[in-house]
């Protein structure tokens, strides 16, 4: 069992940053895909960044190519997502997830594990 906890999450006006970290514990969490998702108003979850469990590489959805970044600490068993240039669309509630099997870009069906969510609000 992986335990995930995210902080970070706030409100930031538009073009503004925020860092958002995913604290993993139990299991063999380092040897995870670590992953952000993201849920807005009314929306479907969706896919926003994964890492590589040796954090060698990264994807992106196209929504946030260049503007956010994801990376990992397996010595502090945590992850983060660098979000710059923060629109008014990047709001949601952002989760952060694991997965055992699977790399590249996710699907929900792919998480093994989820953290409970943090919010990120940006406005105009």
């Known amino acids: 069992q992986v335990l995930l906890v995210e902080t970070g999450g706030g409100l930031v006006q538009a073009g503004g940053s925020l860092r958002l970290s995913c604290a993993a514990s139990?299991?063999?969490?380092?040897?995870?895909?670590m992953a952000w998702f993201r849920q807005a108003p009314a929306k479907e979850r969706e896919f926003v960044a994964t890492i590589s469990w040796r954090g060698t590489t990264t994807w992106y959805a196209d929504s946030v190519k260049g503007r956010f970044t994801i990376s990992r600490d397996n010595i502090e068993n945590t992850s983060y997502l660098q979000m710059d240039s923060l629109k008014i669309e990047d709001t949601a509630v952002y989760y952060c997830?694991?997965?055992?099997?699977?790399?590249?870009?996710?699907?929900?069906?792919?998480?093994?594990?989820w953290g409970q969510g943090t919010q990120v609000t940006v406005s105009s």
């Open positions: 997830a694991a997965a055992r099997l699977r790399s590249g870009v996710l699907v929900t069906s792919d998480v093994d594990y």
């Open positions: 139990g299991g063999t969490s380092s040897r995870y895909t």
